[in-house]
């Protein structure tokens, strides 16, 4: 079974940086299509940032130039390297996977598996 598990969540001011990254463990496939998302309170999930196996990566607009996504499949870990933090970047931020698919998206619906989320919280 896959198991996803969130790190590196916490508080930061605005224009700060942190780094989050998820464990993965449970699978043997080599090919995988991984993401992060965020959930803010009141709102609905949105794709931050995904890569697949290729090494192919897509940003939601939102965070062009300030996130980075990042894996290192020695590890099984994903990363996301956030930069010039703003408040609006407050949210629950979930890694997300798939292992059999088609197109790597950044579709909340084509992911199959998560994590619990780790919190994000930026203030000004």
């Known amino acids: 079974q896959v198991q996803l598990v969130e790190s590196g969540g916490g508080s930061v001011q605005a224009g700060g940086s942190l780094r989050l990254s998820c464990a993965a463990s449970?699978?043997?496939?080599?090919?995988?299509?991984m993401g992060w998302f965020r959930q803010a309170p009141g709102k609905e999930r949105e794709g931050v940032a995904r890569?697949?196996?290729?090494?192919?990566?897509s940003y939601a607009d939102s965070v062009k130039g300030r996130f980075t996504i990042s894996s290192d499949y020695a590890d099984h870990t994903l990363y996301l390297q956030m930069n010039s933090l703003k408040p609006e970047d407050t949210s629950m931020y979930y890694c997300?996977?798939?292992?059999?698919?088609?197109?790597?998206?950044?579709?909340?619906?084509?992911?199959?598996?998560w994590g619990q989320g780790t919190q994000v919280t930026v203030s000004s």
């Open positions: 997300a996977a798939v292992f059999t698919y088609h197109t790597c998206t950044l579709v909340e619906a084509d992911y199959n598996n």
């Open positions: 449970g699978y043997t496939y080599s090919s995988y299509c």
């Open positions: 890569i697949d196996s290729d090494g192919s990566t």
